[in-house]
Structure formats: structure tokens, C-alpha cells
């Protein structure tokens, strides 16, 4: 049983916190560390955060000489960094007053938050009844861009979870969206996707015409003395979303598009990693924009967490300030950045990728609050 | 025929320079371009610079207002960014005075300088007999890895040129005496290769063990349900080299290697663009590289231009100052860079790729004299 009150202390060093978090599991409610400058020879050691990339420190201690009572800090303030650069990390314990008096709209991160590759995170469908039967609306969001929102719902529904296409937020229809947004259609263009068939159906959804994708697999450029890669000069936006098949044809393709007829480069997320299977970490889209933004030298424009799209549209679909929206996931680069970069608040759920280790080993991304899993959303 | 004194303008704006320059060539032979802040409303146009990328602006604009005598700035002396800013190009007029009596030893690039595609520059074979007979030493650097040093003697040999294997520094070759100076052979590790024959060939010249390359062209992961890619746990570095048949298994293999096993991260270069064919711009070594980067968020060990590798190795070998080496070529990004960052002299030859507008349009990479082409070095 949880204590119900919160302990701080100076975290940081590895690996005696291991252990002393294991003997004291009822001060771990609030986690303090200090913001120290990095490999000057401060006498804390230099906390470590390297996001989108393993920790390989973990930096867990508590030093018994600068502890101090949580009470003289407010009790239920999200997490915050202080002026002297200290991050206090604190654990969600009152929902309802700390939470869903203040949030209307849920903004739920799916691998991790909601299930874990193919099986259910336990409490989620109870959960989500609880959160729908106080009048909270909930969204699905998710950076994986090879399912189109069509092919999510057929995930939730295998799972036992009713969710409608517009309660799920894909980078596949957040690059869609976004052209429709700039009123792409109407310049008589096309778009040329490096990526699979969640962004083809997207748009489809929207009718804005595409080549590439999938039907480009196994192509390959002929590169004779004096062949050239004939691209369609009605290409005036390329797509890039992860793409099991991509290949020289296509990063040659989008080449010619974005240098030499000005196609603008979006890409649906730019993650390091996916996972593809359980068993591995599966190089992400990051490889995809990575390559054609080496050969172009061109940013692309993200739509996908961490961009704003999504944001600016629910707030401006509800009217509500940016404040009223609580991004929740399991991965402090993308999903907390995504909330915290944006206006939102942000709870990270321990329930995927992060543990408490990594939390309190980096001063960088501050949740609001973290819990174990979205049950802790429901009173106790 | 060329004027024997300087012409000193403030070079900037467009398009009025260009008809200046057509005007009065004679004046081309120095410009000066004052460096200005960028985007803050100066009353100069900035000037503007995109490395490895089309200049979208060019900015060659006689001032006369600002006009000035060169002799005032020391005559023969090489290019320069004053203290006050003003970046000062000048043609190399007496090659003996300013470049011979000071070089012993010549880097060449080779596209752009030596040949153009498959053509010889004109005057070449007789520039390189001149500096030889002057008992300069000459070699040939380039960033392409597809061919091995044995590859480019019979390029050089097609093209009527004499050329020993030994005087060639192909990025393929970087590679392999990088690993050879770190002893990796001792380490009983091999090489994972994205890349082309060229690497493989000069590995086995020094019989360091490699996996992959072009022997996994057509290869797929599995990515089913529990399915994960089994990478040899022996491979203690991945050489990232241009690959036409670049594939998501090699990204994959890669991003193991490196992000589980700890296997270094090596690119040949990192070039946006290469001249696979004449007639297009082709997506370059930038495109892999990016890739691997973008998955593994580690950045490479570069060895190609403009790394310090090749410099230091013939610095060391002839034990001669930096000063005494001179790289010429005809980009400003890669080989101007890469003489100028490595503490040797530079000549960027007009006969490739950099136009002599793009070279006042910047002020970021200053050799220290520019020429038509190599024939320049002979005495006239």
C-alpha cells in the first residue's frame, strides 16, 4: 500500500538507489533532482538523460543530508523545475483533484499506455468507461503510420476496446490532415509517399492523389552513363512514413522531387525505433527521414508526435485552451515532449518503455505527473 | 588575356553582378564579400551559403562606392576573412610565388578536377608531368567508396593517366587504414559492410574479416510475431559507404550492430549528392549514412573528406607540416573544407561543380586561391 505522504530526496548516482529504492518503496511518490551542469566536476554527479537512445547510467540515490518534506512544496503541484534547477518528479495520487477536475480531453499514447505489442495493458477498459462516463473524451494516438485510423479500429475492436476512426489520431491520417490543411487538393499536385498502406488509404480518405508507396518496392533506377531518374513533375509534396521496403529508388525518387521541383518533405514522425515484434527494436521512420534528409539537406516538416497538428486540432475542434488536454504515454521524448512542448499537460504511464530509473535519471522532459498505468486514473 | 593587377569590389546582390562580371572580366581576378548578419535587415543583402546544396541565391554585385585598390591588402597574398569580416577570393595568378615554392605535396580530387565524368580536363596529364618533374608528389582523393584503389587505376589508366595505386585514396580505402590504425584486427572482431565492392576489396587487402555488402542486396528480415533479427555478435564496426541497394535489412542488421552490440559506426563520407550519372544529381552516401544516424542516434566516425584521416597519414609519412599540402578541388564544402579545417592550403579549380558566382556568394569556406583548372599551376 502506497504511504499518503511524499518523500524527497536528492536522486541521482547508480547503484545504490536501486537498492534503496527496493528497501523503501513508499518514498518513490516524489523524486527530486538536482540540475547539475554536465561534466564540469560538479560534486553531484552529472545526471544523464540521452533521449531517443538507451540510458546508460542510471542515477537513482537518495542522499540522506539533503532530504527535506514534500508538504513545504504544495502537495499536489505537477512536477515541476524549480528556479534553482531542480526537477521534482511527482507521482499522480489524487486523480480527481489533480487530473480530471482540469482535463477535458484525453490525448492517449496506444503501445505502452494501451497495450503492449499485442496484449492489453490490465485496467484499460475500465478505465476508459470511467473517464466516457464522467464526460472526458477520449483519443488514440500513435506514430506508427503503416495502419490507416480503418486499420487501427480493427486492433481495438480485436482487443475488446469500442473506439470510432475519429477517436484515433495516426501520423498516417496526421500527414492527410495536414495537407488538407494547407488545401494541397487544390494546386492540382500529388504526393509521393515513401511509407506503406496506413497513408495510401488516409489519402484516400481525403481523395488527394498519390504515386509511390508500396507499388514502388522493388524498383531500382537504371544508372547507365547518362540515365537520369524521370520523376512526375506533379509531385508537390513527399511523405515519408516507415516503410519495411524502402530502397534507393525511392530515396533517389523523393531526391529529385525535393531538390529539384521544390516538393515539400514531410514526414509522419521521425522515432528512432518501432516495434515491429516483442522480441527486438526495430529500426524506426527515423531511418527513412534520416535518409532523405541526408541527400536532400532539407527538414522535413513532422506531423507526428512531437508537431503540435494534433493539438492545435482538438483545441480548436473543442474550443478549449491547450490546458484542458492531457497527453498520456509511455515515452518521455515523444509523448511527454509532445504535452509539455505544446501546452498540454502530460502524464507518463510506467507501464511501457520508461522505467523510474530512466524518470529520475534526466532533468530534460518533466511529466506533470507519473503513474503506473491509466488505472491510476480511477479513485482508489 | 588577364589583367596583371586586382580588382577589389564588394561583391553582393543579384542578378545586376552577373552582368557586371560579364562586362569587365577583368576585374574577376579578387572579390571581396563583406560579411553581413543574416536576416537582420542589413542594408547589404545577406549572403547566402547552403553547403552540400544548391545555392538558391547567387550574390555578385559591384559596389562602386565601396571600390578599392587590392594593392593595399599585400598583392600575392592568399585569400582571407579580414578582422573586419570581409572575405577576400583570389585568383591564383603566379603559380610558382604562390603555390610551388611553398607545396611539396598535391591531394587531388578527382571529379571535377582531373576528369568530368568519363572525359579528361583538358591540360591535366601535362600539369601533373610539370609538378612531378618539379619533384612534387601528387595523389588523387576521393569520396566515392564503390571502387577500391585497384578500381581507380584503371579509370585513371581508360583515361591515359599513369597512376599508381598508391598514389589513389579512395574513401574505400579510408576506411580500411582507419581500422588498420586502431588495430582491429587484434580485436578478432569483422566489419558489417553497407557498401559496395569497393570496400570489400581494400578490407581484404588487409585481410580484415567483413559480413554484408552487396552479398545482402535482396534481403528481408522476418517480422512476424516474435521475430527478430539474429546479427553475427562478432561485428565491432559497420562501414556505411554508398549503396544502390540499400534495404531495410541493412538499416536493421546496422542498428544492432551498433545500438545492442556496441559495433562502431563508420561512414566513408557523409556527401549529399553524387555523380552517378552525368545527366542528374544522385542521391549520395549522405542518404545511408543519415539513415543509419537516424535509427541509431550515434553519430559516425567520418573518414572520407573532409576528415583529418587522409592528411594526417601523408603529413606523417612524408613528416612534412600540413602547410606544405595543398588539397585542390573543385567543391567548397567537402574538399576546400577539408584542406582549410585540416590546417593545409586550398585551390578551388572552377572546372567542376562550383561556379565562380557560387564561390563570392558565400563567405563561410575561403580557399586561399581559386583557378580555371589545374593548367593554372603551370607558368604561362
Redesign the interface.
Known sequence: MRQPFCFVGILNGCPRGELTARRAPWYRNVGVLRSTQRGKGNSLLPAHV?L???VRRCSLQARSTDVSSSTAMGGSAPSTMTENGTAVFRRLLDPQRELLNSTSVFLFDCDGVIWLG?KLIQGVPETLDYLRSLGKRCFFVTNNSTKSRAGYVKKFTSLGLKVSPEEIFSSSFAAAAYLESKNFKATGKKVYIIGEVGIEEELDLLKIPHIGGPADKDK?PR???????EVDPDVGAVVVGF??????YK??YA??CI?EHGAEFIATN?D??TH?????????N?????????????EPTVVGKPSPLMIDYLANKFQIPKSEICVVGDRLDTDVLFGKRNGTRAVLCLSGVTTEERLFSQNEVIPDYFCDSISDFKPR
Open positions: 540521452a531517443n537512445d538507451k499485442d531500382q544508372m547507365g552513363p547518362g540515365d537520369k531518374l516503410d519495411r521496403y524502402f530502397n534507393y530515396a533517389q531526391n529529385v531538390r521521425t528512432a525505433v515491429l515484434t516483442d522480441a527486438q527494436e526495430w529500426a524506426g527515423g531511418t527513412m527521414v534520416g535518409a532523405i534528409r541526408g541527400c536532400t539537406q532539407v
